[in-house]
C-alpha cells in the first residue's frame, strides 16, 4: 500500500501542497498505515469468523451484535479511528482522506460486516455538516464525527429500491417545528445494534402535498433517543436472513410518527444525500478491494502449502506431488487477481486524493480537474471493483478445491459477504447508466475525453504505456467517431445507450487498469517478480476484456 | 425441453434407430417429461429450502436427512425412477440415457441437494455391472440398479484431492479372500443418510506392495451392512459445513480394517471408475443447466413483477415506473442466460443421445463417432456450463436487487448451492487440461478437427450458420497453424499448453454454442419470439468471449 501511495501517486507531495496537510509526509502515511494495520489485525480481524457464524440476533426489537463487535467498537471510536478525516473543529483528526480510504480497505478484508456500522459515518457526518441547521449540528455533530454514536441512512422501502422517487413514507409538520415520520424502510444496515448508546437516522421521507417523484422528498433527522432520554417511535421490525455479511444486521424499520428535524430544505432530499456520494461509492470500491486482496492473500498461501499433481515440466518423481503455485491453472488465478487488487489501490487512492484536492486547493482550476476525476471515476470504481470481490473471491475459492466451498478455510465467506456490494449503493448497472447517460453522453464526451487526455500525459514511452495509449487512442477514436455520433443520433433508438452502458463502463475500467499499471511499472522498485507477475497477469488475463467490449459496443451500434 | 429434443435434435428417430429403443417415438418422450415433470415438481421441489435451511445433520455417526428427504426418496425409487435407464434384466427399464438427462436435469434445478443423493448411482450400478465378480453382482447389482440402496464413490482423502495417485488408504488381504480397508476418506457425499436401509460404498484403496502413484490403486466394495445384519467398520466422522449443498451430507468416512471385496482387477481400480466419467460428467453438466434454469425463471418471473425507474422511451408519468423486464440492463441478463440454458439443452441431450448411440449402435463407424463427441465434448459441457449456473445466477440475483441476497427469494441459495459443481468431479481447469493436453495435442488435433467439421455439415445457409462456419473456420486456422504447430515444438516450453487450456476449452464452448443456436434457428418453430430473444442474447452477449479467447491464446503463444 505505501510502495502505491509514495512511489506510485506521489501521494506525500500531492498532499503536501494542501494548506491543511502539510505535515502529510510519507512518515505520518506510514505511521497511520501501520497502527490502522495493528487494530485491524488484532482487533477486528479476529471477530470476522464469529461475524458470520453467529451473526447478528434480533429479539423483540433489539438487536444483539456478534461477541466481542462492541467492545471492538467502542475501542474503535475511542481511539480516534472514525474521526480520522474529520475536521479538527467537530473533533476530527484532519487527516487526509486517502489514509481513511486505507483504513477502510484494510477493514474490509479483515470483516465486511463489522465495518458496515462505522462505514456510514462519513456520508452522515458530511450531510450533517453541510444541511443541517446549527441546532442539530450542536446536538448531533461531534457525536457522528467521533463515531460515538453510529448512524443510518434510511432510504430503500419494499417498492422502492433503485427508484427512491417511489418514497412513500410521510412527514407531517407538527407544531413544535418538527416533523411525524411514518412509514417502512427495509435494508437498513445497522438500524438497530447494541454497539453504541444512540443512533441516529438520516431519512428520507415525504412532505404533505409535495409533488411525486424525486424533487418531493426532503430528508429528516430522528435518533433512537433524544436528548431526555425518551425513546423515538422508531422500531426494528426484524432483520434479513441473507447470503452473508452477517455480522452487520440488515433492518426493517418501522416510523410510527416518529418525531424528527427536516435536514436542508423541503424537497431537496436527494441533493443532501447525493453530495456524499462520491465519497460513499469510493467506500464500496474499497471494500471490494479489501475483500479481493484477503481473498487473494488466503488463495495465495494456500498454494504454498498444498502439493497437487505434477507441473508441467516437474521434475517430481511418481508419487509425488508440487506445490499447487506451480500449476499454470492457479498462477493465472492468482495473478489475474493480484493485477485487479494492485490497479485497483492505484485508481482507488487516487480517487481519495482528488478528494483531497477537491476540498482543499486553492487553485479552481485545479480542483475542477479533480471534481471531473471524482465524477467519471467513482462509478467505474465501484462497478468494477465490487463485480471483481465476487467473481475473483471465487477464483481465488478455485484454488482450495473441493476445501475452498468448506467454511473451516474462510474463503467461501468472502465470496459471500462480497455479492452484496454489487448491489448496494447504486446497483453496479446503475453506475454504468450514471457514467455513460448521465456523465458522458450530455456534454457529448467532453469530460471523459479530456480526463482520458490528462491521463496519457502520465505515461512514459515504455511498452506498457505505448499499450495503454493505443488503447486509449483506439477508445476516444470509438468515442467520438462512432458511440457518440450514433448514440445521440436524432433516429437512435431510446434505448440504444442503455444497451451500451455496461461494456462501455467496462471498457473505461480496463483503460484505468492499464494506465495503473504503466503508472507501476515506471515506479522506482517496480522491477521486482512481485509487481512483474502482476503486470504481466494484467496484459495477459484481464486487458482482452478491452478489446471484448469495443467489439460488443460496435455490434449494438449496428444492430440498434 | 420437448422443442429441443424433438425439433432440433429428432430424438426420437435417433433413438428408434437404435434395437432397444425401437419404441421411442415423441408420445412416449412427451411421457416421460411429463411424469418426471410432475414427480419433481409436487413431490421434490418442495422439499429444497428446508434442505438449505435445516440441512443434513450429523450425531454420534448417524446422519438425519432434512424434513421430507427419506420419504422423497423412498417414493422415487418404488417409482423406478433411479432404474429408468438400467437394463432390463438388472431390474431396469431400459429406456434411453437422454431421458435420464433430462429427468436429471429437472431434479437438479428443483433440489440440488436431494439429487445427489441418487446422482451416484448410475455410476455405481456402471462399475459394479462392468467390473464385480458374479457373486458381487448377485447380491449389490439390482439393489443399485433399482435404488433400493444407495451408493457412494469413496476416492478423496485430506492430502489426495484432484490428484488420486497419492490415496494412501489400505487394503490387506483377509484369510476369506475379502480385503480390510483402512484409512480416511473425505468428501463424500452421502457417505452415511437415512434414505435407505443399506448403503454400499465404492474404495479407492491401495494393495500392499503396490507401485507408487495411480496404478498401484484398485477398487473395493464395501456396504454398510453385509448380507447377515452386521454393521461393517465403517464411521462417518463428521460432516462439512459448507457455503451450499446442504441438503447433501458431505461425510468424512473413516475406514477401520473394513472387510471388502475387490471389483476388478488390482492395480485397475481407476480404470474402473474412469469408464464412467463421462456419464457422471455429464450429469454434473446437467445440473450447471437445470441450476442456471431455475435461477432464471426466478429471474423473469420477478422481473414481470417489480417495478422500478423508467425504461428508456418510456410513456410512464412522473411518479410511475416500469416493470424492469423493460430496462436494458435486466433483458440483457435474462437473454443471456437464456442462451445458455437452451443451448446448454442442444448440447448436452445431443452428449446422451451419443450414449445411446454409443451403447447400442450396430455400426462401428458410427460408434466410433459418438465416442469422439463424448470424449470432446463432456469435458466442455461439464466446464462451461458449471461455470455458468454459478456466474449466470449471479447475474439473476442482480435482476432482485437487493432482494436478490436476501434468503427469502431462494435465489441466492443456487449460487451458493452451484458453486460446488464447478470443483466436483475434476475441476473445471482439469477439463481444460483434459480436453487440449489428453484429447487434442496428442492426436495433432485430429479428432477435434473431425468433431468441428462433422459438426459444420449440419449447418445451415442463413445468417447464423454463416457466423457458426466463420467462428469454426477461424478456430479451425488457428488449431491447425499457430497453436499446434508452436505448442507441440521441440522448443516449446513444457507449460505452455497449459497457459492455454482454459482459453481454448471456452473457445470450444463458444463454438459449440454457435452450433446449437445455429441449429435451433432453423428448426421449426424458432422464429417465435422466445427463441429469437435468447438467440440474439447469444449473438450479442455471449459469442464475443470466442474472439476474446482466441486473442488470449495468440497473445500466450506469442509471449511462451
Redesign the interface.
Same mark, same amino acid.
Request: no cysteine.
Given at each position: 500500500m505505501m510502495f502505491i501511495l509514495q512511489q506510485v501517486l506521489q501521494a506525500p507531495q500531492q498532499l503536501q501542497a494542501l494548506p491543511p496537510h502539510a505535515e502529510a509526509d510519507a512518515d505520518l502515511m506510514q505511521q497511520v498505515l501501520d497502527e490502522s494495520g495493528k487494530f485491524v489485525a488484532e482487533v477486528v480481524a479476529p471477530l470476522n469468523r464469529d461475524g458470520d457464524e453467529i451473526g447478528a440476533q434480533w429479539k423483540d426489537g433489539a438487536v444483539t451484535m456478534p461477541p466481542g463487535f462492541r467492545d471492538a467498537y467502542q475501542a474503535f471510536w475511542q481511539a480516534g479511528w472514525p474521526a480520522l478525516a474529520c475536521a479538527p473543529e467537530d473533533g476530527g483528526q484532519g487527516l487526509p482522506a486517502v489514509l481513511e480510504a486505507t483504513l477502510y480497505e484494510m477493514l474490509s478484508a479483515a470483516n465486511h460486516g463489522w465495518t458496515m456500522a462505522p462505514g456510514l459515518l462519513h456520508g452522515a457526518y458530511e450531510c450533517i455538516k453541510h444541511h443541517a441547521s446549527d441546532e442539530l449540528k450542536s446536538a448531533y455533530l461531534e457525536k457522528v464525527a467521533t463515531g460515538e454514536w453510529l448512524a443510518t441512512m434510511c432510504l430503500?422501502e419494499p417498492?422502492?429500491?433503485? /427508484?427512491l422517487?417511489?418514497c412513500r413514507t410521510k412527514a407531517v409538520p407538527m407544531a413544535d417545528g418538527r416533523y411525524a415520520l411514518s412509514g417502512t424502510k427495509? *435494508?437498513i444496515s445497522g438500524g438497530e445494534h447494541d454497539l453504541t448508546d444512540n443512533i441516529v437516522h438520516l431519512v428520507l421521507a415525504r412532505l404533505p402535498d409535495s @409533488?411525486?417523484?424525486p424533487k418531493g422528498l426532503s430528508l429528516f433527522l430522528v435518533p433512537k433517543f433524544y436528548a431526555d432520554g425518551t425513546r423515538s417511535a422508531v422500531v426494528c421490525e426484524r432483520i434479513?436472513?441473507?447470503?452473508?455479511?452477517h455480522g452487520s444486521p440488515?433492518c426493517v424499520m418501522r416510523f410510527d410518527e416518529a418525531a424528527a428535524w427536516i435536514v436542508g430544505e423541503p424537497g431537496k432530499g436527494l441533493n443532501a444525500m447525493f453530495i456524499m456520494m462520491n465519497a460513499a461509492r469510493l467506500h464500496v470500491g474499497l471494500q471490494g478491494i479489501g475483500l479481493l486482496e484477503a481473498a487473494w492473500q488466503k488463495a495465495d498461501a494456500y498454494s504454498k502449502e498444498r %502439493?497437487?499433481?505434477r507441473? @508441467?515440466?516437474s521434475s517430481a518423481?511418481?508419487?509425488e506431488?508440487d506445490l499447487i503455485e506451480a !500449476?499454470?491453472? $492457479?498462477r %493465472?488465478i492468482l495473478d489475474a487477481q493480484r493485477a485487479w487488487v494492485d490497479a485497483g489501490r492505484v485508481v482507488a487512492y487516487r480517487t481519495a486524493l482528488e478528494l483531497d484536492v477537491l476540498k482543499h486547493h486553492g487553485d479552481a482550476a485545479r480542483r475542477e480537474v479533480a471534481n471531473r476525476w471524482c465524477a467519471l471515476v467513482t462509478p467505474v470504481l465501484k462497478s468494477a471493483w465490487t463485480d471483481q470481490a465476487?467473481?475473483g473471491a471465487?477464483a481465488c475459492?478455485?484454488v482450495f478445491?473441493? !476445501?475452498? *466451498? $468448506? %467454511?473451516?478455510w474462510g474463503i467461501?465467506q468472502i $465470496?459471500?459477504d462480497s %455479492?452484496?456490494a454489487?448491489?448496494?449503493e447504486g446497483?453496479?448497472?446503475i453506475q454504468?447508466?450514471d457514467l455513460l447517460l448521465r456523465k458522458t453522453l450530455p456534454d457529448g464526451g467532453a469530460a471523459l475525453l479530456k480526463l482520458l487526455d490528462e491521463l496519457q500525459t502520465e505515461l512514459g514511452l515504455d511498452l506498457s504505456s505505448q499499450r495503454t495509449r493505443a488503447g486509449m487512442e483506439r477508445f476516444t477514436a470509438f468515442l467520438r467517431d462512432r458511440l457518440l455520433p450514433r448514440a445521440t443520433a436524432k433516429d437512435a433508438?431510446? /434505448?440504444l445507450?442503455? &444497451?451500451l #452502458? /455496461?461494456d462501455f463502463l467496462r471498457a473505461v475500467a480496463m483503460l484505468l487498469m492499464a494506465w495503473a499499471w504503466s503508472r507501476i511499472g515506471a515506479a522506482p522498485g517496480a522491477d521486482a517478480p512481485r509487481w512483474q507477475a502482476a503486470q504481466t497477469g494484467f &496484459?495477459? &488475463?484481464v486487458w482482452?476484456?478491452f /478489446?471484448?467490449r469495443v #467489439?460488443?459496443m460496435d455490434?449494438?451500434l449496428s444492430?440498434g
Open positions: 430503500t417498492h422502492a429500491g433503485s /427508484d422517487g417511489l427495509i *435494508f @409533488p411525486p417523484g434479513e436472513e441473507k447470503m452473508g455479511l440488515t %502439493r497437487q499433481m507441473a @508441467p515440466g518423481k511418481a508419487g506431488a !500449476h499454470p491453472a $492457479v %493465472r465476487f467473481h471465487s475459492l478455485q478445491g473441493g !476445501h475452498g *466451498f $468448506v %467454511r473451516e467461501e $465470496v459471500r %455479492r452484496v454489487m448491489i448496494y446497483t453496479n448497472e454504468a447508466i433508438p431510446a /434505448d445507450a442503455n &444497451w #452502458a /455496461d &496484459w495477459r &488475463w482482452p476484456e /478489446d471484448m #467489439a460488443m455490434a449494438t444492430a
